[in-house]
């Protein structure tokens, strides 16, 4: 019998997991307690798990090669997939809270590398929370790109401390981004929009990207269609609000 007519969660047509053995609540609470592993430095994250084809256990010392994207509630990885062909020499890493849809992700590549030997090695997941463990899996200055990308908007006030973005978090975000670092954030919920603008900019290590500097980002295009989130909001005619801020020293 065949392994994809063995495992029903695989269509028999793609090859790729089917998105509905997978599903899950759209989010988690971030402030509950998960059970799941967590490196206790940046230099205990082990590469060969996410990336075995560019770090076999034998070769991984000295290879110093370290992640540069971040996805933060990558979701079904539909951004990671993408910035994978497009950045094919860097690595890349989505962050997910909900273990289904980690699970899917996991599925998605490692499918999309068996149909395409050489392509998406570079990409990975891994199940954590992002609100309490960067600084566990990214040194100082390690990040180039962090992505944010129609997060829970946790409507009521007294939940707005769950928000993703927030003053406090900025700083562990600046601490793992490198100086030209950039933070890109998008939502179809505009309040929350003017809440990740207004504290990305009452940051003193944060700075706008200008008109000019969006227009040439090739990233910036993909914020808004390559989530399975951006392509319902497209789909639906819906608004999305975008704040793409640059990692800056602070002036004294």
Not at 16 to 24: D, V
Not at 33 to 49: G, R
Not at 66 to 91: R, V
Not at 202 to 217: I, N, R, V
Request: glycine share 6%; aromatic share 10%; hydrophobic share 35%.
């Amino acid at each position: 019998m065949l392994k994809n007519e063995a495992n029903p969660n695989i269509s028999k047509t793609t090859r790729l997991p089917r998105k509905r053995f997978y599903r899950a609540r759209a989010h988690s609470n971030p402030l509950s307690d998960s059970h799941f592993p967590v490196p206790i430095s940046p230099s205990h994250v082990d590469y060969s798990l996410c990336y075995p084809q560019l770090f076999p256990p034998s070769k991984q010392v000295g290879n110093s090669k370290k992640i540069q994207f971040a996805d933060i509630g990558c979701g079904f990885g539909g951004l990671l997939i993408s910035l994978s062909t497009l950045f094919p020499e860097t690595l890349m890493i989505g962050m997910e809270l909900r273990d289904k849809v980690t699970e899917y992700v996991k599925e998605r590549i490692l499918a999309l590398r068996v149909a395409n030997p050489g392509q998406y090695n570079n990409v990975s997941v891994v199940r954590t929370n992002s609100m309490k463990y960067i600084p566990n899996y990214f040194e100082k200055g390690q990040l180039s790109k962090m992505f944010f990308l129609f997060p829970d908007p946790h409507f009521k006030e007294k939940n707005h401390r769950r928000r993703v973005i927030s003053p406090h978090l900025l700083d562990e975000y600046a601490y793992a981004l490198r100086v030209g670092g950039i933070m890109y954030t998008i939502t179809d919920v505009e309040e929350l929009g003017e809440w990740m603008k207004a504290c990305l900019e009452g940051h003193p290590m944060f700075k706008a990207l200008t008109d000019e500097e969006l227009e040439a980002d090739l990233v910036v295009k993909l914020l808004s269609t390559a989530t399975e989130e951006g392509q319902k909001v497209a789909r639906n005619g819906g608004q999305t609000f975008r704040a793409v801020y640059r990692r800056i020293v602070p002036t004294i």
